[in-house]
């Protein structure tokens, strides 16, 4: 083994490497499995005709949030095949010992919000859950990355998966974020400079000056994209922001403990002489709001630009996918993407759902009032971020102005739920994909950006520059 | 579990051009509230397929001549998107073999690998060769041959890549790993009363 630096990747890696299967993948240890009510029950039903059992039932823990309506929780559910999927993930949390974290805990939420919120979230482990966005929780310094149902069943009865190792490209954000510019704006413009597959294959190391000021929420922001370029794993060294995070945490170590987890948490920081495989540097002053156009999330422009039109690309299939981008949008091609008229304004997701995402919004709608015909809705990430914002008063806020206060869950992300887009409503959004159909009406429009970019739409009625909207410093700190 | 040895796969072919075709498009999230895979077929690019009264759009997959079709094509990052096992479950239980595009978002490749269903990656230009010889001639026999990794129609033939693990395992008949990892039960035990945080847990 040559001598040199390692990567946070490559170090994480080797040390759950279990052995090496015959085709050349790795067995890989998984150090925290998370499920959901959506890709478990498969899974589960695939154990018990096998007849397994879940090899290590403490390192997996259940919550729900897909398929849970966001106005009340009152079971039977409305829709009966929702109500079969909790009732599933219960019966097969209780059958397997699994720790399920249900509406009577007052734990239930988004299980990327959860993962963290619980202390489960740690740096130096795997994690794996049936879900893409999984990619959230590498900013504590994790390996985590989504799963399908299939490798669900082989976490379950095994605690390993078949894996082929990543490359690491190391993207390095350096400088201040401008006033305005959010994590959220970061990732979007990370995918929209690499492309939608652009990181297939590879790992994301977001590191620079600009990341380390990040908070964890926004870490856990920025990561949370990464499978939308392409990179199934996405991650930021551990460093004192993430030890204060955990410290107290339910399921973080405690004592002695907690000085030794410390001590491993730091030795598994990229070394400083680690070799990447590639090498991005993105400056931070380079970076405007930004909000997608199309309908994948690299077809993203800067809030004061206009939306492309074919005749800027020269390839055939790049003009094709400009074409029925616009098509499905019913956006002008060339025109500004300000001013476009908006039906729902959604605040919420695995991707934005976080106190400080509610705290900054809040800030600037107080005193403001959502615009007639436009239904807003803000939705906590989890029970306790609820409570959080419940006890600070953010929720009379929202009200106040006009948006609906939901309980938590996916909500209007992907509409597995009550909320949905009707016929071809288009909804501004913090959430993380906007494919065709996403949100529910196979002719609904969703436009991607930051929560408070979100807010300022919804009290324009229009896409809009939130820096304008509520007058925020322009003038350098 | 013995599973099949993949070494070919063959039949006729149906093209679904277009890049970035992701996981929402090939099995809307509406059709997921399922506790099984059951039936996950016909909700196969539903959207696409039928409007919002269930009639049909005209779409390749339903078009008579390409009835019966095991070979799928597509473009740039076919499967994108959601990590969900739904996607490559729907077009398996549609009659999908084998999937050709000029590449393949990577959750999406190993959940169909974990199927049997081999995704080949092909040129744009080769991929648009064999779209022209199946509008000819619909009901020409496409042969996919893992071990030479080539493929081969009427007029035709062509290299293809595949990521390296998946071909080996298709071929073997490892191509869904649980019998493997449960073979390493031993090893995962020690490996996890090695792991400081893993017996804390």
Sequence with gaps: ?477 | MPLEKITRVQGTGVHVPGNDIDTDRIIPARFMKCVTFDGLGQYLFYDVRFDKDGKPKGHPLDDPKHKGATILLSGRNFGCGSSREHAPQALQKFGIRAVIAENLAEIFAGNCTTLGIPCLQMSAAEIAKISAAIQKSPKMNIVIDLASQKVSWDGGSASFSMKAGACEALMKGEWDALGQLLDGKDQVAMLASRLEYFKAG
């Design chain 1, 1 to 477: 083994m040559a001598s040199g630096g390692k990567s946070l990747f490559q170090k994480v890696w080797d040390a759950h490497v279990v052995r090496t299967l015959d085709n050349g993948q790795a067995q890989l240890l998984i150090g925290l499995h998370l499920i959901h009510e959506v890709t478990s029950p498969q899974a589960f039903g695939m154990l018990r005709d096998l007849k397994l059992k879940v090899a290590y039932p403490h390192r997996t823990f259940a919550t729900v949030d897909h398929i849970i309506p966001t106005d009340t929780r009152q079971q039977p559910f409305a829709d009966p095949l929702a109500q079969g999927m909790i009732d599933a993930l219960k019966a097969a949390c209780k059958e397997f010992n699994i720790t399920y974290f249900d509406v009577e805990s007052g734990l239930q939420g988004i299980v990327h919000v959860v993962g963290p919120e619980q202390g489960l979230t740690q740096p130096g482990i795997t994690i794996a859950c049936g879900d893409s966005h999984t990619s959230t929780h590498g900013a504590f310094g994790a390996i985590a990355f989504g799963i399908g149902t299939s490798q669900v069943r082989d976490v379950l009865a095994t605690q390993t998966l078949a894996l082929s190792r990543l490359k690491v490209r190391r993207i390095n954000v350096n400088g201040q974020l401008p006033v305005g510019v959010y994590a959220k704006d970061v990732t979007l413009h990370i995918i929209r400079v690499l492309g939608v597959n652009g990181g297939t294959g590879f790992a994301y190391e977001y590191n620079g000056s600009t990341v380390a000021a990040m908070n964890m929420e926004e870490r856990m922001t920025l990561c949370n994209m990464s499978i939308e370029g392409g990179a199934r794993v996405g991650y930021v060294n551990p460093d004192e922001k993430t030890f204060a995070y955990l410290k107290g945490r339910k399921y973080s170590p405690k004592g002695a403990a907690w000085e030794a987890a410390v001590a491993r948490w730091k030795a598994c920081a990229s070394d400083k002489d680690a070799a990447y495989d590639d090498v991005v540097n993105i400056e931070a002053k380079d970076i405007r709001p930004t909000v997608t156009w199309g309908i994948n999330p690299g077809q993203a422009i800067f809030i004061d630009e206009n939306v492309p039109s074919p005749s800027d690309v020269k390839d055939a299939a790049d003009k094709a996918s400009i074409v029925e981008a616009l098509e499905y949008m019913k956006l002008k091609p060339g025109a500004p993407i300000k001013g476009t008229k908006i039906d729902v304004a959604f605040i919420g997701s695995c991707t934005n759902s976080r106190m400080s995402d509610l705290r900054e919004v809040a800030k600037y709608v107080e005193g403001q009032r959502v615009a007639p015909g436009v239904k807003a809705l803000v939705v906590p990430g989890s029970m306790i971020v609820q409570k959080q914002a419940i006890e600070e008063g953010l929720d009379k806020i929202f009200r106040a102005a006009g948006f609906e206060w939901r309980e938590a869950g996916c909500s209007m992300c992907l509409a597995m739920n009550p909320d949905k887009l009707v016929d071809d409503q288009l909804c501004a959004s913090s959430s993380n994909r906007n494919f065709k159909g996403r949100q529910g009406s196979p002719t609904g429009r969703t436009v991607l950006m930051s929560p408070l970019m979100v807010a300022a739409a919804a009290i324009k009625g229009h896409i809009t520059d939130a820096r304008e909207v509520f007058k925020l410093e322009t003038a350098g700190v």
